[in-house]
């Protein structure tokens, strides 16, 4: 408890010293997503997000991953938390633990727009991710849960800017095809929070919930693997591919 209050109030503290200014992209793009796109033809829509995963699979994959990681939590840990709540008090707060840092960390680091390097760095962070979703298949004591559950809510809640500060970035390079991205990030970000949930309460049920969290925690720290494995280019859309996109 005291690590994550230590933990609440450090980042508090260092909130002024690393907080970015907004981008004009960022305005832009809020701009832009207040008009609802509704694509005439959805096959076309289709084709345009497979051309966009194409040119920018890590991203996909990362941001993709993170959001599952995420959702799968929401989830699995709320149901461990409260297990844990009727065994020590200590085991109330391991959920409360991943969402402290969720909540203050996208404030204060902003968004970053270098996609190769914020990239590097969330794939590195997701790797984390990873482990230590594989190290709550083994944990079992409230005290250990409880930092480990504030840990993973740092990491998720770390890779989040990087992330949508490329989709930023891109969308700005689409200019008006934006709408197309919009549309993706959207989809993107809906499905985990459909599939998620519904995989670990399979592997739950089928098997337990350590296996569950180890099975996920493999999952993702495969796609880091992948990611970081086959190197990560500075993520551009062509102006072909942008001009071959179909309203």
Do not use: C
């Amino acid at each position: 408890l005291m690590l994550v209050l230590g933990g609440s109030a450090a980042l508090v503290a260092i909130a002024p010293l690393i907080k970015l200014i907004t981008r004009k992209e960022k305005k832009e793009l809020e701009a832009e997503s207040d008009s609802i796109h509704i694509p005439k033809h959805p096959t076309l829509e289709m084709k345009n997000w497979l051309q966009f995963i194409r040119q920018a699979w890590p991203l996909v994959f990362v941001h993709l991953a993170t959001i599952f990681a995420d959702a799968v939590y929401w989830t699995g840990g709320a149901v461990l938390s409260k297990q844990l709540a009727t065994e020590s008090t200590m085991g109330k707060f391991v959920f409360p633990a991943y969402m402290l840092p969720t909540l203050l960390v996208p404030l204060i680091l902003g968004e970053q727009q270098n996609s190769k390097r914020t990239l590097k760095k969330a794939s590195v962070i997701l790797m984390m991710i990873g482990l230590i979703y594989s190290l709550f298949a083994i944990a079992t004591k409230p005290s250990i849960l409880l930092p480990l559950s504030f840990t993973l809510g740092l990491a998720v809640a770390s890779i989040v800017p990087l992330s949508e500060g490329v989709f930023t970035r891109l969308a700005v390079q689409l200019k008006r095809k934006k709408r197309h991205l919009i549309g993706f990030h959207s989809a993107l970000f809906s499905f985990p929070y459909i599939v998620g949930p519904l995989l670990y309460g399979y592997l739950d049920s089928r098997f337990s919930p350590q296996i569950a969290f180890l099975s996920i925690g493999i999952g993702i720290t495969l796609v880091s693997f992948l990611v970081l494995g086959l190197g990560i280019i500075n993520i551009s859309i062509k102006n072909r591919t942008i001009k071959d996109w179909k309203d």
